[in-house]
């Protein structure tokens, strides 16, 4: 009998490289292993990751929180800034947790690409764990996915998942807001992960490179600048002054203008002052550069405030005292107050 299949073929020779998989994962184990927390039973290698209930609660609650890096990625690949796109994917979902007055406990990341660069990869993993060291939650598992013909040479996609715990009794909603309360603003590091199909297509119309000076920093250092993490400084202040804090919110796709209202009641408004905050360089050099309304860049991007707390009147400075003590740059953004019939439900005046 003549062998009609001399050659045999093998997962290699169809795009997928199991052995490069394997060198990721030792890369990845020692980077994870420096993210662990108490409660952490399994991690790195196995079918499911395994982490115990922190002792404590009387009625604990899990919060939990998916999200991406965006088209920032797009940048990532064009200007080789494979560093930190891991902090920005860490920071986008236990931020989200964190408005909820929850504590992120673990992190799941998932990387999927056409053909695994185990070193790029290990570069974007290992701001994943330099994220999850910065919110104080595991790095407990994920999942690598080399899927040739699906993605171009060089690229790849990143969405991450994170588990937080919360005291029932605790969990902050804004169903306390009420007018006269004191809305506190904490700056962002930039753009963090939202708003970047309009930043490149600013960047585009004006031919920025990446190199050229911004306020005294290269444009792709203040660009790819990651995603801060309020985790630590937030949860010290709820931890100190409690009901005091009324609510949260995380200034992500949809600005100020679209993220404050998450946490109002209907008859309730958020009356914010230009001239409460410092815009960042990187916000009016495209604004300017992009002739961009006010309206749409408080719609589009976080403008300099990537996260807002609602505060009772009469605790205001203490907390913003406490979030200053914790390294954050704080401002009295403006006022809640009652809302008029069909008027918006946040106003920059």
């Given at each position: 009998?003549?062998?009609?299949?001399?050659?045999?073929?093998?997962?290699?020779?169809?795009g997928?490289?199991?052995d490069?998989?394997?060198?990721?994962?030792d890369?990845i184990?020692p980077?994870?292993a420096?993210?662990m927390?108490a409660?952490?039973?399994?991690?790195?290698?196995?079918?499911?990751?395994?982490?115990q209930?922190?002792?404590?609660?009387?009625?604990?609650?899990l919060?939990?929180?998916t999200?991406?890096?965006?088209?920032?990625?797009?940048?990532?690949?064009?200007?080789?800034?494979?560093?930190?796109?891991?902090?920005?994917?860490?920071?986008?979902?236990?931020?989200?947790?964190?408005?909820?007055?929850?504590?992120?406990?673990f992190?799941?990341?998932?990387?999927?690409?056409?053909?695994?660069?185990?070193?790029?990869?290990?570069?974007v993993v290992?701001?994943?764990?330099?994220?999850c060291?910065?919110a104080?939650?595991?790095?407990?598992?994920?999942?690598?996915?080399?899927?040739p013909?699906?993605?171009?040479?060089?690229?790849?996609?990143?969405?991450?998942?994170a588990?937080?715990?919360?005291e029932?009794?605790?969990?902050?909603?804004?169903g306390?807001?009420?007018?006269?309360?004191?809305v506190?603003?904490?700056?962002s590091?930039?753009?963090?992960?939202?708003?970047?199909?309009l930043?490149?297509?600013?960047?585009?119309?004006?031919?920025?490179r990446?190199?050229?000076?911004?306020?005294?920093?290269p444009l792709?250092?203040?660009?790819?600048?990651?995603?801060?993490?309020?985790?630590?400084?937030?949860?010290?202040?709820?931890?100190r002054?409690?009901?005091?804090?009324?609510?949260?919110?995380?200034?992500t796709?949809?600005?100020l203008?679209?993220?404050?209202?998450?946490?109002?009641?209907?008859?309730?408004?958020?009356r914010l002052h230009?001239?409460?905050?410092d815009?960042?360089?990187l916000?009016?050099?495209?604004?300017?550069?992009?002739?961009?309304?006010?309206?749409?860049m408080?719609?589009?991007?976080?403008?300099?405030?990537g996260m807002?707390?609602?505060?009772?009147?009469?605790?205001?400075?203490?907390?913003a005292a406490?979030?200053?003590?914790?390294?954050?740059?704080?401002?009295?953004?403006?006022e809640?107050?009652?809302?008029?019939?069909?008027?918006?439900?946040?106003?920059?005046?």
């Amino acid at each position: 009998m003549v062998d009609k299949h001399p050659t045999s073929l093998t997962y290699r020779d169809a795009g997928v490289d199991i052995d490069a998989g394997n060198a990721l994962v030792d890369r990845i184990k020692p980077l994870a292993a420096g993210t662990m927390r108490a409660g952490v039973l399994a991690g790195i290698g196995g079918f499911g990751a395994l982490f115990q209930m922190p002792a404590g609660y009387r009625e604990p609650v899990l919060v939990s929180g998916t999200d991406g890096v965006g088209t920032k990625l797009r940048l990532a690949f064009d200007w080789h800034c494979h560093d930190t796109v891991g902090i920005d994917l860490v920071a986008m979902s236990v931020n989200d947790v964190l408005v909820q007055g929850a504590e992120p406990l673990f992190f799941l990341d998932y990387f999927s690409c056409g053909k695994l660069a185990v070193e790029t990869a290990a570069r974007v993993v290992g701001g994943v764990a330099r994220g999850c060291e910065l919110a104080g939650c595991a790095l407990i598992g994920g999942e690598t996915a080399e899927m040739p013909g699906m993605y171009p040479e060089g690229e790849y996609d990143l969405a991450g998942f994170a588990v937080g715990v919360v005291e029932k009794a605790r969990i902050i909603d804004g169903g306390a807001i009420a007018p006269g309360d004191v809305v506190l603003g904490l700056a962002s590091s930039g753009a963090h992960s939202n708003g970047y199909s309009l930043l490149r297509k600013i960047l585009a119309h004006v031919g920025a490179r990446p190199d050229q000076d911004l306020g005294g920093r290269p444009l792709r250092e203040v660009v790819m600048a990651p995603t801060r993490i309020y985790v630590k400084s937030v949860l010290r202040a709820v931890s100190r002054h409690g009901a005091a804090i009324k609510g949260l919110a995380h200034i992500t796709g949809g600005g100020l203008l679209e993220n404050v209202p998450r946490i109002l009641g209907a008859g309730l408004a958020a009356r914010l002052h230009r001239d409460a905050w410092d815009m960042p360089a990187l916000f009016r050099w495209l604004q300017a550069s992009g002739g961009v309304a006010d309206a749409e860049m408080h719609r589009v991007f976080n403008c300099g405030i990537g996260m807002v707390a609602v505060v009772a009147a009469d605790q205001a400075d203490a907390v913003a005292a406490t979030l200053r003590e914790q390294g954050e740059r704080v401002y009295a953004l403006g006022e809640i107050v009652a809302r008029a019939p069909g008027a918006p439900q946040t106003v920059v005046v």
